[in-house]
């Protein structure tokens, strides 16, 4: 029986668990098989457990735009579906309007993915000057379109569920030396999603922290989001039970504290685009860590006679690629050779 272990228990290492569990408990794959998620860290304490969950293409580094676009895709159809069954309420998953805006003077707001999405349009003149009033910048293009959030604080527990209801192990361990994992524990495959974390297990230098700071907000009558895809932009995302407020994305920036200065900028910047935001009740703030990469990493290698996969560096797409990057994991788990008699 092969004894698999995931390390990492955010939305990409829990979603590579289920994508390889429930492909072998399919009746006629014949194999049985054991799978593990180990990490220091579970749900609600997660990087992803503080951010908004919209769905998004963020700050990916130079990956190929072809990957991101079949990944991306993979997980909004898997939004899709949740959004459709009686489990959205419990999953976090809703339909959001979006408006992203630029203020680039060579390229339009990047939209590589606008066939993803729905309802995708640019934005007239007469639409931006609303959006330009009182700004010294102006936005150049825009682009209206409807997606989905799905709450890493909800749609974690429900992912977790899924896999518990499986068969699923966990096992609450702090990896630090992969190579000593590999070698002493008894796991014939090892799926390495632990994000920032291999910056410092596998002394992987390509690895960086992205410093993301928001605040949240009682605002129940926010149902759309804005989005300003300038280097210091902010962004309003309405979730079900608050609206986060954003927010920083400062590279090689390892300061988890709440700054001042930053939600200083962060909530006056918002009330520019939505002035009813000064008379919100303030909940929280927050800060995470995001796990920044020149290229994220997906690929197998063999380590003598055991699987090791990576499946790392998301930047601030983890929630929108995980679906999609855990059928590639389960592609290559499937791609080597003697898997039955690991």
Not at 13 to 24: D, N, R
């Amino acid at each position: 029986m092969p004894n698999i272990a995931v390390i990492g228990a955010g939305v990409n290492g829990v979603a590579s668990a289920i994508k390889i569990l429930e492909h072998y408990q399919k009746e006629g794959n014949g194999i049985p098989v054991k799978v593990t998620i180990i990490s220091e860290e579970f749900s609600p304490n997660t990087t992803g457990d503080g951010s908004a969950g919209l769905w998004g293409p963020y700050l990916l580094g130079g990956t190929e735009k072809s990957k991101v676009y079949k990944w991306s895709k993979n997980m909004h159809s898997f939004l899709e579906q949740i959004w459709l069954s009686e489990d959205a309420g419990e999953a976090g998953v809703c339909l959001v309007p979006c408006i992203r805006l630029s203020t680039s003077t060579v390229d339009t707001v990047e939209d590589f993915w606008r066939d993803i999405v729905y309802g995708a349009l640019d934005l007239t003149a007469e639409q931006l000057a609303i959006y330009n009033q009182g700004r010294s910048v102006k936005f150049t293009s825009g682009l209206s379109f409807v997606t989905y959030t799905s709450e890493p604080v909800k749609l974690l527990p429900y992912l977790m569920k899924r896999f518990a209801r499986n068969g699923g192990a966990v096992v609450q361990q702090k990896v630090t030396d992969l190579e000593r994992f590999i070698t002493e524990s008894p796991y014939d495959v090892i799926v390495n999603c632990s994000g920032l974390g291999s910056r410092e297990m596998l002394n992987d230098d390509q690895m960086y922290a992205v410093r993301g700071q928001v605040s949240r907000v009682k605002a129940n009558w926010m149902f759309s989001a804005v989005l300003d895809e300038s280097d210091d932009g902010n962004y309003i995302i309405p979730n079900t039970e608050s609206v986060v407020l954003g927010g920083t994305h400062q590279e090689r920036d390892y300061n988890n504290r709440v700054c001042e200065k930053d939600k200083k900028l962060i909530v006056d910047g918002c009330r520019q685009f939505v002035p009813g935001l000064c008379h919100t009740k303030p909940l929280f703030d927050w800060v995470g860590l995001r796990p920044g990469r020149a290229n994220l990493r997906l690929e197998a290698e063999r380590r003598g006679q055991k699987l090791l996969i990576h499946n790392y560096g998301h930047g601030g797409s983890g929630v929108t690629l995980c679906w999609g990057c855990a059928d590639d994991v389960l592609d290559l788990l499937l791609a080597a050779k003697n898997i039955s008699k690991l």
